[in-house]
């Protein structure tokens, strides 16, 4: 038997999420076969069989195209983690560790697709305004990490504090990520090192 | 009598720094008049007294000329921090100790005169741009405090990590500090709550 309570999504969301998907892929398509450069928003909103206007109530520019799937995680991640109950982090490290599982995910869910997030970051590597672009969202990540301990009762300087270093983490795991396949992993393991950080009398040489 | 051990600065490198700095300042008085927008490359350069082929000899864009005393500033860090002798950090915490005095020391130069650094932040806040080269420019120093660890014989891991872990120190100082004039102590707070993190026993809340 169906089950009543289990609403389908109505039918404009539906329009709007597959509009906004056939934009992405269609950026996508095109930045790879052409060059970020030499694709304009018209082109997008051509191979993506919409208007411009229609573009542009979607995104802003096209470099918000290339950080559109980001965002969507930014957002999904942010709704989930406000909602689970947590214990007020009492030190900076267990508000470290509140953001570890939230960071890993976002990692793990970016390199789910090995290829696109391949093309993605080569995309990103050849363009210096994208990666600007990036360098903001990362700061972005940042401010959200930190509205979500402050939901779950944290001060205001240790959760600004550990969100940072929750990035930091990040950070180090994308540098030292000798390939896509290992971001989780690696940025797994400086939060290892974050949370040993302090203890002088213990190497901290990794592992 | 005269060190004849002091050289001169020679006549060519002195008329270089002369016109660079004019260009600054010519760039900081019309992004101040007639904001950022509204002022061309050729404006400044006008103003400046030079051409427009002299302007592009010292900056790409108006964008670098924002961050030019940035960039000044991390070139005279790295070059000190080079020739200084150093231990070799064994942990972690060492390698962001050894880089506290660097990033301090960035803290308190940028924020020596308060009201040009005050004007920046104002420059910065207006344009979306604009905070995207900065946090370019913030991962680009990670690079550099990278390397000076690198130099001083930090194997890689650490030094990625405790390079990414001074910058969140610096980012936290930054969103703590209530004005200006706090940057510097805030920064060192950051930096102190660090060398506790791992210490679980002991609340690492802020002193």
Redesign the interface.
């Known amino acids: 038997m169906p089950d009543p309570s289990a609403a389908l999504e109505p039918l404009a969301d539906r329009k709007r999420r597959l509009v906004r998907q056939r934009i992405i892929e269609a950026s996508d398509e095109l930045f790879a076969a052409r060059g970020f450069d030499n694709v304009s928003v018209s082109d997008i909103a051509a191979r993506a069989d919409v208007g411009r206007t229609t573009f542009f109530r979607y995104f802003g520019d096209k470099q918000e195209v290339v950080f559109a799937q980001e965002q969507q995680m930014l957002d999904a991640i942010a709704e989930v983690a406000q909602q689970e109950v947590f214990p007020v982090a009492?030190?900076?490290?267990e508000a470290?560790e509140q953001l570890r599982p939230i960071v890993v995910g976002l990692c793990e869910r970016a390199t789910a697709d090995l290829d696109a997030y391949a093309r993605h970051r080569r995309l990103l590597e050849q363009h210096?305004?994208l990666?600007?672009?990036e360098?903001?969202k990362?700061?972005q990540i940042?401010v959200i990490l930190g509205e979500i301990l402050r939901d779950r009762g944290t001060?205001e300087?240790?959760a600004?504090?550990a969100s940072?270093?929750a990035?930091?983490?990040y950070?180090?795991g994308q540098?030292?990520a000798k390939t896509p396949a290992s971001l989780a992993d690696e940025t797994r393991a400086?939060f290892d090192?974050?949370?040993?950080?302090?203890?002088?009398s213990?190497?901290?040489?990794?592992v």
């Open positions: 009492q030190t900076a490290i470290v210096l305004e990666r600007g672009r360098a903001l990362i700061q940042g001060d300087a240790t600004v504090f940072q270093v990035l930091a983490c950070q180090t540098r030292r400086a090192q974050a949370a040993r950080l302090g203890q002088r213990t190497p901290t040489a990794r």
